[in-house]
């Protein structure tokens, strides 16, 4: 389990944004692998079955939730692709290039989180969980092309927060 | 290519590389405790309490076929319920100590073919409403204390 927890951790961290409900669902995941503990113990796959029992359950607590909360919430507006701000390429070269390694790993998770759901999960999904777009998109249950958009936002949404807090923490640390 | 998908593609390169080189991050200390606790947790719970996957498998069997049982039995009483009297139903011999149980399924089925049909959706209608309140309930509830969290 010591081998495996930071990454089960960190795969449902990244995908929930929440670091106790994260907790919750690592603790799942363990359950669940101990449950299976007969095959995985000699599995040279075990940690790729971690993962995607991180990954799905991740996935099913953020649905499962985002169903609830819908379901007991007045009928709001969804976030439309027509309220999202102008996506702006103004960053500069290699933000956090003269921020300490630690630091800098830290506020990209830190930008991470405080990026909108629907920007962070195909995000985190593509770049972290290496699945291509169609896949995201299964996964998701949206199109092909809202995928896409998603993620180029975020993208760009990230880089913007890193390049502000990049500039911060450059000036903190006195790097040019 | 337009300069806006050089600045993208240059974008995703970037961004890439940085997330990458995101190292793990390291579990909670409790997790681990929290784990094995309700590992433990699991092991005392007796056997009939866990998860119906956790049955022995003849438990299983008894118990779905049990469950059939019980499914044809209500069926046959509905249906019973649902024809007109008949003498050949109240012809039927019973020990002299399970004469009650013929009588009061044919006071049940006497009882439930007179009730009219206006009642019957009534009470269909009351129940949905009463089911839709409870259910408002419920969600101001969870809405009230979600606000509180």
Redesign the interface.
Known sequence: MRAYQDMVFTTSARLVGDDRQAEDIAQEVFLKAFENFDQLRTSPSAGGWLKTVARNLSLNHIFRYRRRWRMFSELRREDSEEDEPEVEFALPDDVLAGVDADVRHGLVEEALHRLPERQRLPLVLYHFEELSYEEIAGQLGVSLAKVKTDIFRARAALAKLLAQRGVTAATSLGAP | MSA?HE??DE??R???R???????????D???R??LA??EA?AAVTRWRRGFAHWPLAARVAFLAASVGIVKVALSIAVWLSTPLDARVLSFDLPSQLAWVQTLFVAIGSVARTVPSLWVHAGIALFAIMYLALFGVG?SA??TM?AAH
Do not use: I, K
């Open positions: 806006d600045r993208q974008l995703e970037q961004l890439t940085t997330l990458r080189d995101q190292p793990l991050r390291r579990a909670p409790s997790l681990e929290r784990v309700q590992l699991s969600a969870y809405r979600r």
